[in-house]
């Protein structure tokens, strides 16, 4: 196990400290190493993805399981690796940023870890069923997913129940302890923007993951009891299983992202050694992003065939979410600008996420213009455009936080040296995978397709080499991870000479236990 | 030292693409296409691009002037300004702006796509598990449009053609200059109907219809693919549309009615087993082959066996077995072929179960028999 | 600590309040649709039409018959085509026979198309309103009585109606909604 290692008292031996542990230390240790496990087993779906897509034909997989590689990825990195690796850089450093001495519900905490390793291995075990896993896209739109679903759907139902109670009972978490446990003299407009963004998420997920519980109850008793919420021989309309997955889906999207926002905010400043530019503003673009990602569900539907009126509400609503997101694209811009920079692989992964990801909110201003995602929508364009927005945005993220806080987990400096290579072979990799999806896309590949015709075969043989040299390039952080454990060069409470928070006041490693007292807030 | 190496690997890498791309042909860009519609689509998608890359430009020089000149290691100190109302309220303003600016031609775009004026020939197009049909309204017309590619291509044991995938044995004809309307439905999952030559992209739903025009201006041969995970040969459900003047399309109606009559009389007359067998396999390939497989062992268990199977090879299963495939059975991909397949077609691949991968019963099912179990009016 | 409850408390409801919302957004769904036409999905209750005829105007009215996953029946619209003035009545036919050899139940589900027309398009009388109880081979003829609303917008020149017979024999008799 990881970071929380040689602490001078209070955790417990042997395996029982991490099966009953209320520390939000250990819990968001094992949140990370959780998600970090679910990260490599999506990855692995997602070579063998890139392994079929090769060259056109079909070589290594057969559709029915390609279809399954594809669905189990998307599933696997947005509900296994993704959410979880936020709630574990939450559980971490949240406490300490407002100086609370741990979560505000610790047995609550424990149990919300521990449901996850249950759903992911019901999920898994899919793979092994018969008729096989999951097949029908990680949007599962009925009837493909009802009617017509392998029997297996059923244990994909439970999973995402538990996985559902799982971020609904973190966040609600979350929110206790950042509006009740902060430090005495920490306003809300005191506290890090991470604090800020998490919050934010937080309600979001209160609000939608209901309702994606809900939807998937109503698939249930569909396949099951008789119902027909979604079968229009009943009835029903499949149409309505897309708003109701959408109503969720959306608002899901800036749930992988607004804490990303916050991490690139908190590194940025330190790096630049310049505080924060426009706080406020920033704070104000979070929530409106926030609102506003219940109003855009439809523009995932484009082509279903919704009135001309429904088309441009949802067009204009889309299009509106580009301005507070570009906001803080200029706040990090400008906080760089006249600051004092060193690029140590934190800022590197924090530099890299905002040029990426604002070319994924570029491509996905284009999709929002409704007469042209007649010709996007379900292509290749639609892939690169959503991947630029989660391995560059999300994931770049999290990996940032990792360099970032990693001193202070550990008590040890990580390898400088192989952070940046990870950085530099991840960003290539990334990029060759990904980049060429817009060609391919915009070319007239359609997406989930396990072969292709013969003009697309160059863009994704780049595709597939970019996506093996990424992958693998991961391993790399693996290393580095494992290497800053077990020793390295002591690390300072202040690890970096930029860095500004509370969480900076506590020694590296920080102590079993921080805060009993509450700390003073400037 | 260390990005030195990383850096030139890149140009490795560059390097590399560049002489590939040299000699492939790198489809970049969106068809511009033949259609009106699908011309304002294409410009509007540019015009997007480039304000895109025009912002990117401007933020990002700002950024990258910044992290050369104001890098601690030449010796840039930080200022401590942290606000600014006034740039604050400019760059909130500006996208706004930009954004009405691409709002107004992007309305323009799609109020034309959703023109309901009427139209000149009606298509209603059917998605089906993995196929698509074209029904002609008012001209008493329908077929079905399969994937025509060897299966051998797709499993590598010969070259690929330059149409592979996107090639079917019967395409859907429509006269140019004329505006076409299509109905758009589906029998069993959630298909899409995608043509990006006429930027058509409409979703297939069962139960419901979807409409969408387009009016062609140009001869040709126009090629897309279904557009939404239709289960497990989403991927092999290509389009294939043919642009016929107006003289030609009149011609090929009356042929197509013609060849359809000619299948229909085929019934009456007597058929061999051996020419059952040769038809027979034909039309297994095109219809069953994707699920059963071409050796008939299917794929368990969501797929059956035929080969050596009770119901394709025991006598007292043989009505059984023809009621399911003119039946189907409902809630999989075994559809009602009764309504897909002539009687001719039905006999033949029925005869052809029964015969084939040493099943040998030496049943022969008369076309006659069929045509007897569907109508009995 | 007891704010700590008093929040958990409120942050539970409001989850639960969500879960029920998913569910009431299946009724709202509806409505919105009867509201909009979204979909092409029509209201399956009679509506009497008012009288007023505009001849000014000539709608074509296309008619669809599909079954859906091939079901064996066999389902044909008489009247492929009509012209009718908004606020007319018209009626069109439909031939339906069951092809097997056991009694099926099957529900006529419409759709109409542009989206648009569908909340003008009135039926007073429709074989879609009931299900329709097949014997073998048993052949039967139905029919639809609509007119189109006099309200219905300029722009529309043809509308489609499409049925689609759902084999709902292996159904329960209670539907969800």
């Known amino acids: 196990m990881t970071s929380a290692v040689d602490h001078h008292h209070g955790p417990a031996t042997g395996m029982t400290r991490w099966l009953f542990t209320t520390n939000h230390k250990d819990i968001g240790s094992m949140y990370l190493i959780f998600s970090l496990l679910m990260f490599f087993i999506g990855g692995s779906m997602a070579l063998i993805i890139r392994m079929e897509l090769v060259e056109p034909g079909l070589q290594v997989v057969q559709p029915e399981f390609f279809n399954q590689m594809t669905t189990m990825h998307g599933l696997i990195m947005v509900f296994g690796a993704v959410m979880p690796a936020f709630v574990g850089l939450a559980n971490w450093m949240v406490p300490l940023m407002i100086g609370a001495p741990d979560m505000a519900l610790p047995r609550l905490n424990n149990f919300s870890f521990w449901l996850l390793p249950f759903a992911f291995f019901m999920l898994l075990s899919t793979l092994v069923m018969d008729g096989g896993a999951p097949d029908f896209g990680w949007t599962f739109y009925a009837p493909l997913s009802t009617t017509y679903a392998p029997p297996s759907v059923t244990f994909f139902i439970f999973a995402i129940h538990l996985a559902g109670v799982s971020s609904i009972l973190g966040a609600i978490n979350v929110i206790v302890t950042i509006m009740n446990m902060r430090a005495p003299s920490m306003s809300y407009m005191k506290m890090p923007l991470f604090v800020w963004t998490w919050l934010i998420t937080a309600f979001l997920l209160v609000a939608v993951m209901p309702v994606l519980a809900g939807t998937v109850t109503m698939m249930l008793t569909d396949i099951h009891f008789g119902t027909s919420f979604f079968d229009a021989g009943g009835g029903g309309d499949p149409v309505l299983f897309q708003h109701l997955f959408w109503f969720f889906g959306h608002p899901e999207v800036y749930i992988m992202i607004l804490p990303a926002f916050g991490i690139i905010s908190q590194i940025v400043p330190t790096f630049s050694r310049k505080p924060l530019f426009g706080y406020a503003s920033m704070v104000y673009a979070t929530s409106s992003i926030a609102l506003l990602s219940f109003t855009v569900w439809a523009h995932h539907m484009f082509t279903v065939g919704i009135p001309l009126v429904g088309e441009l509400f949802f067009m204009y609503a889309t299009m509106l979410i580009s301005v507070p997101t570009g906001v803080k694209v200029f706040n990090w811009v400008a906080t760089m600008f006249r600051g004092s920079m060193t690029f140590e692989t934190p800022m590197l992964f924090a530099i890299a996420f905002i040029v990426l990801f604002t070319i994924g909110g570029f491509s996905g201003l284009m999709l929002a213009i409704s007469p042209a995602d007649f010709q996007y929508h379900d292509t290749y364009f639609v892939v690169a455009h959503f991947h630029y927005v989660l391995v560059p945005g999300a994931v770049f993220s999290i990996m940032a936080a990792a360099y970032y806080w990693m001193p202070k987990w550990t008590g040890n400096m990580y390898d400088e040296y192989l952070g940046k290579c990870h950085f530099w072979c991840s960003f290539v990799g990334l990029n060759l995978t990904f980049f060429p999806m817009h060609f391919v896309g915009l070319a007239g590949m359609p997406r989930r397709i396990p072969d292709y015709s013969i003009q697309f075969a160059d863009f994704n043989l780049v595709s597939s080499l970019g996506g093996f040299l990424f992958g693998f390039s991961q391993l790399i952080f693996v290393l580095v991870v494992v290497k800053c454990v077990k020793g390295g060069k002591k690390a300072e409470a202040v690890v970096w000479e930029g860095a500004e928070g509370l969480e900076w006041q506590v020694p590296s490693p920080a102590p079993y236990h921080t805060f009993e007292t509450p700390p003073e807030v400037k | 030292m260390k990005e030195r190496s990383c850096s030139s690997a890149v140009l490795i890498i560059l390097a590399a693409l560049w002489s590939v791309s040299a000699q492939a042909d790198w489809a970049l860009n969106m068809t511009e296409g033949v259609t009106e519609v699908s011309r304002s689509i294409y410009s509007l998608h540019m015009q997007i691009f480039w304000i895109c890359v025009v912002i990117a430009i401007a933020v990002f020089s700002v950024m990258f002037w910044s992290i050369i000149h104001h890098r601690k290691s030449v010796g840039a100190k930080a200022e401590q300004f942290h606000e600014n109302t006034t740039v604050e309220l400019i760059w909130t303003i500006v996208p706004v702006l930009i954004l009405v600016a691409m709002a107004v031609p992007a309305t323009t775009t799609l109020i034309e796509m959703y023109d309901t004026s009427d139209s000149d020939v009606d298509i209603q197009v059917t998605g089906y598990q993995w196929k698509w049909q074209y029904q002609y309204l008012g001209e008493d017309l329908s077929f079905f449009s399969n994937l025509s590619t060897n299966p051998d291509e797709i499993n590598n044991k010969v070259e690929k053609n330059k149409n592979y995938l996107l090639e079917v044995d019967e395409p859907l004809v429509v006269p140019i200059g004329k505006k076409i309307r299509f109905l758009v439905t589906s029998n069993d999952v959630i298909h899409s109907w995608w043509v990006p030559a006429f930027a058509v992209k409409r979703d297939a739903i069962p139960g419901f219809i979807n409409e969408s025009w387009t009016r062609i201006d140009e001869v040709g041969t126009y090629r897309g693919q279904c557009a939404e995970l239709c289960g497990k040969d989403h991927g092999f459900m290509p389009i294939v549309v043919q642009a016929v003047t107006d003289e030609d399309y009149a011609l090929w109606l009356t042929e197509k009615k013609a060849s359809i009559a000619a299948e229909v009389a085929a019934a009456a007359r007597v058929w061999s087993l051996e020419e059952l067998m040769v038809r027979g396999e034909q039309v297994y390939q095109k219809n069953c082959a994707a699920c059963h497989q071409v050796g008939g062992q299917g794929i368990s268990p969501m797929f059956p066996a035929l080969k050596a199977s009770a119901i394709a090879t025991q006598a007292e299963q043989r009505d059984a077995h023809i009621k399911i495939v003119l039946e189907g059975r409902a809630g999989t991909a075994m559809q009602a072929y009764g309504a897909q397949l002539s009687a001719v077609e039905l006999a033949a691949v029925i005869t052809y179960e029964r015969n084939a991968w040493g099943n040998d019963t030496g049943d022969i099912i008369t076309p006659q028999s069929i045509q007897s179990m569907l109508k009995s009016k | ?177």
């Open chain 3, 1 to 177: 600590m007891k704010s700590n409850r008093k929040l958990i408390l409120q942050l539970c409801g409001a989850t639960l309040g969500m879960f029920l919302f998913g569910f009431a957004l299946v009724p709202l769904y509806d409505v919105f649709c009867d509201i909009t036409g979204l979909n092409g999905k029509l209201e399956l209750v009679a509506k009497k039409s008012t009288g007023v005829i505009d001849t000014s105007r000539a709608i074509k009215v296309q008619f669809i018959a599909n079954t859906n996953e091939s079901m064996p029946w066999d389902f044909v619209a008489k009247d492929v085509e009509m012209t009718v003035h908004p606020g007319e009545n018209a009626r069109a036919d439909f031939f339906v026979q069951n092809l097997t050899n056991e009694q099926m139940v099957g529900q006529a589900i419409v759709s109409v198309s542009p989206s648009i027309g569908a909340k003008y398009f009135h039926k007073t009388q429709c074989f879609c309103f009931d299900r329709q109880v097949l014997n073998a081979k048993q052949a039967q003829d139905v029919s639809v009585l609509f007119s189109l609303d006099t309200d219905l917008p300029e722009s529309v020149k043809k509308i489609t109606l499409s049925y689609t017979f759902f084999d709902i024999t292996d159904l329960q008799p209670v539907a969800a909604n």
